[in-house]
């Protein structure tokens, strides 16, 4: 069955401290993968996404993150966190098929940030 | 340009009540989804209109959830009548035909069901 693993629910980080929030994914075959984020009620926006070429992507607000095929991974990463980066954040996957864009989504990581 | 618009933002009905949420998407964006967010879960795909006919509505509750986009433009998702579980945020998002997984998100309609 398809599905997507975001094993931490809750984060804590200082601003200013480095993040990588973990993401795995069960799925046929490579899928397409995103990140979104989602701010206190405010709808989803996409930081990133990977369909091919470098296995390194990066996105808006300072975010990267990396496919690893062998890993099934597609961890999130910031260098250094600012306190607007608060939010809950959502890996998804959408399947490699010309008729359809349908996503599946993890069940998403709070990041709580600190002054 | 404006985004997805959404309302009501919030809605609190009981049991068994009947209730309607309002999306209207990103002028030109053919393509239009419906998704559940249940506290503590992802989105969830509902249902998925190309213009004013359905793509998917494979994941929908039929029983109780009805959606439709008459004119190919605003669209309205009802469930009748509600449960518990029904609590969620219902989110609508919008894309233009011919580029996927480029989807706008609605800021959402918060519902309580109690």
Same mark, same amino acid.
């Given at each position: 069955?398809?599905?997507? %693993?975001?094993?931490?629910?809750?984060?804590?980080? #200082?601003? *200013?401290?480095? $993040?990588? !929030?973990?993401?795995? =994914?069960?799925? /046929?075959? %490579?899928?397409?993968?995103?990140?979104?984020?989602? #701010?206190? *009620?405010?709808? $989803?926006? !996409?930081?990133?996404? =990977?369909?091919? /070429?470098? %296995?390194?992507?990066?996105?808006?607000?300072?975010?990267?993150?990396?496919?690893?095929?062998?890993?099934?991974?597609?961890?999130?990463?910031?260098?250094?966190?600012?306190?607007?980066?608060?939010?809950?954040?959502?890996?998804?996957?959408?399947?490699?098929?010309?008729?359809?864009?349908?996503?599946?989504?993890?069940?998403?990581?709070?990041?709580?940030?600190?002054? | 340009?404006?985004?997805?618009?959404?309302?009501?933002?919030?809605?609190?009905?009981?049991?068994?009540?009947?209730?309607?949420?309002?999306?209207?998407?990103?002028?030109?964006?053919?393509?239009?989804?419906?998704?559940?967010?249940?506290?503590?879960?992802?989105?969830?795909?509902?249902?998925?209109?190309?213009?004013?006919?359905?793509?998917?509505?494979?994941?929908?509750?039929?029983?109780?959830?009805?959606?439709?986009?008459?004119?190919?433009?605003?669209?309205?998702?009802?469930?009748?009548?509600?449960?518990?579980?029904?609590?969620?945020?219902?989110?609508?998002?919008?894309?233009?035909?011919?580029?996927?997984?480029?989807?706008?998100?609605?800021?959402?309609?918060?519902?309580?069901?109690?």
């Amino acid at each position: 069955a398809q599905s997507v %693993t975001q094993p931490d629910i809750h984060i804590t980080v #200082s601003e *200013g401290a480095s $993040l990588e !929030l973990r993401c795995n =994914y069960s799925y /046929g075959a %490579t899928p397409y993968l995103f990140w979104y984020v989602q #701010s206190p *009620g405010q709808g $989803l926006q !996409l930081l990133l996404k =990977y369909f091919s /070429g470098d %296995t390194l992507v990066q996105g808006i607000k300072g975010f990267e993150a990396e496919f690893k095929r062998s890993q099934s991974s597609f961890n999130l990463r910031k260098p250094s966190v600012h306190w607007s980066d608060a939010a809950e954040h959502f890996c998804a996957v959408g399947p490699r098929a010309r008729n359809t864009d349908k996503l599946i989504f993890g069940t998403g990581t709070r990041l709580q940030v600190f002054p | 340009e404006a985004g997805v618009a959404q309302s009501p933002r919030y809605k609190i009905i009981e049991k068994r009540q009947s209730v309607a949420f309002w999306c209207n998407p990103i002028s030109g964006h053919a393509t239009l989804y419906w998704y559940q967010q249940i506290l503590g879960q992802g989105p969830k795909l509902l249902i998925q209109f190309q213009n004013n006919g359905v793509v998917d509505d494979s994941q929908l509750p039929k029983d109780r959830f009805s959606a439709e986009r008459l004119k190919g433009v605003d669209s309205t998702l009802k469930i009748q009548p509600a449960k518990l579980e029904d609590s969620a945020v219902y989110l609508c998002a919008s894309s233009l035909t011919g580029v996927p997984y480029e989807q706008y998100f609605g800021p959402g309609t918060r519902l309580t069901v109690t």
